[in-house]
């Protein structure tokens, strides 16, 4: 039950990352192609904090947009009926995620073929929680006749590809974050100038 | 550019629903869009527009500026009609060359646009007359009875707050470091999609030196402060049930199961 201060306020600031991410996507992104960064800010904050607080930060990002703040990617970007959308899974999928890569980083050790191999596990785990999820709104929800072939093609194989891109890019990031330092608390300087 | 995006949603104001416990609205806003998910009908629908409507009056906030929030959806709104009138099978209404109108899709559709709209007000009028951090508050005592089963309530909290009080921060740092790079010739306009991405490298990396060092110097505060966690920890506001906010819950949940109660039976 115990997070230290540290890493409370370092949780809060991966889930301000995936707020901002969100946000300056709903701007740039063409409506047609789906693609988000969101998948790399789990990832770092997978590989940055530990188990819990990784998952209290893509929770946080979670409960921010249920509670009606707009900072989900897609419309309409919060409110607690975002449970319905079919995509809501992948969303809890970020915390899963988040937790599995910081689990594997805590039992293995910290290496780039370490980070390598946990951001695919957070990518697969994020699909194991987001693609049933995504079958039972489809199916029970919006009472559509969808069976697993179908659910693979619109939520699975238009992205996987561009997503285990996401982790090597995740932990390439990875490797030159000295992260003992940040979570030790002697991340440099305290000026206030750039 | 984006910071309004957030913090521009709450509307001050001194009315009776601005006053209201941030749990009651949150729980209100969570029947009322149960209930309207659950409408299969346009009574059940028309009813409970009915009570959003004065739901929305009663906020003080004129119905112009919920007008306002709802535009920036009229794509989406288009979109959710449009894909049911001319996709759904059944009786045809209009047949043209390969457009195809049915009863059932205009009823749909109709049905789906409507349900969508009302739903944005419902978000809107939870977000408009409670300020975030008054959320935040509110989130934390409904999630306080799970602290039993191990859910840290108020460790997520703080997380949202904090996280709250970063998305400006990140905006902010980024433009300086944006304008910096540029300061000193970096190109951001020109190059196909994998040249830029490049500079951004220049922009990423230093904006998460900064947020890190922002994020050490909150956590140094904190506890130069004392903080050791929500245990006995006491709050500026705070928040508590009054009369009112029960006359709001029991009136809230009556007239749900009474819509329920109306749509099955008539």
Redesign the interface.
């Known amino acids: 039950?115990?997070?230290s201060?540290?890493e409370?306020?370092?949780?809060?600031?991966f889930?301000?990352?995936a707020?901002?991410v969100a946000?300056?996507f709903r701007?740039v992104q063409p409506v047609l192609v789906p693609f988000s960064l969101l998948p790399m800010v789990f990832l770092l904050a997978g590989g940055v904090l530990p188990p819990r607080a990784a998952a209290?930060?893509m929770?946080?990002?979670a409960?921010?947009g249920l509670?009606?703040?707009?900072?989900l990617a897609a419309?309409?970007f919060?409110?607690?009926?975002y449970i319905?959308k079919p995509t809501f899974g992948f969303i809890l999928g970020y915390a899963a995620g988040a937790w599995t890569v910081s689990m594997v980083i805590r039992r293995l050790g910290r290496s780039f073929p370490i980070y390598l191999a946990a951001c695919t596990a957070g990518i697969i785990v994020l699909y194991l929680i987001g693609l049933p999820y995504l079958y039972i709104i489809l199916r029970f929800y919006l009472g559509q006749t969808v069976d697993i072939m179908r659910v693979l093609q619109i939520g699975f194989l238009p992205f996987i590809g561009l997503d285990l891109a996401k982790a090597f890019l995740s932990s390439v990031?990875l490797v030159?974050?000295p992260v003992n330092r940040?979570l030790s608390?002697h991340?440099?300087?305290?000026s206030r100038t750039? | 550019m984006f910071e309004g995006a957030i913090i521009g949603q709450y509307v001050p104001g001194e009315s009776m629903v601005h006053r209201l416990d941030p749990r009651t609205k949150l729980i209100l806003t969570i029947i009322m869009m149960t209930v309207v998910f659950m409408a299969s009908s346009g009574w059940g629908l028309a009813l409970s527009v009915g009570v959003i409507f004065f739901l929305i009056w009663l906020t003080g906030i004129p119905l112009s500026i919920y007008l306002r929030g709802i535009r920036s959806f009229r794509i989406l709104i288009i979109i959710t009609f449009g894909f049911q009138l001319f996709l759904v099978p059944g009786e045809p209404l209009l047949q043209w060359n390969f457009i195809h109108i049915s009863r059932e899709g205009l009823t749909l559709g109709g049905l789906m646009a409507l349900r969508l709209v009302v739903v944005l007000l419902l978000a809107q009028f939870l977000t408009f007359t409670t300020s975030p951090m008054a959320l935040i508050d509110g989130i934390e005592k409904l999630l306080s009875p799970l602290n039993k089963v191990g859910v840290p309530a108020h460790e997520m909290a703080m997380v949202m707050s904090i996280a709250l009080r970063f998305i400006p921060i990140f905006f902010m740092e980024a433009d300086r470091i944006i304008r910096a790079q540029v300061s000193r010739g970096a190109d951001f306009e020109s190059g196909n999609v994998i040249t830029r991405l490049k500079p951004l490298t220049s922009i990423i990396a230093p904006l998460f030196i900064k947020a890190f060092q922002r994020a050490d110097d909150l956590a140094l505060a904190m506890e130069a402060r004392g903080y050791q966690g929500g245990e006995g920890r006491t709050r500026l506001r705070e928040i508590r049930l009054r009369r009112l906010d029960l006359l709001f819950l029991s009136t809230g949940l009556m007239v749900a199961l009474g819509i329920r109660l109306i749509e099955v039976y008539v």
Do not use: D, E, Q
């Not at chain 1, 409370?8 to 600031?13: D, R, S, Y």
């Not at chain 1, 991340?187 to 305290?190: D, K, M, P, R, T």
């Open positions: 039950m115990n997070f201060t540290r409370i306020v370092l949780a809060g600031v889930a301000a990352l707020c901002c946000i300056v701007f209290a930060s929770l946080g990002y409960l921010l509670a009606g703040l707009p900072v419309p309409p919060g409110g607690v009926i319905f990031i030159k974050i940040f608390g991340s440099g300087s305290h750039l």
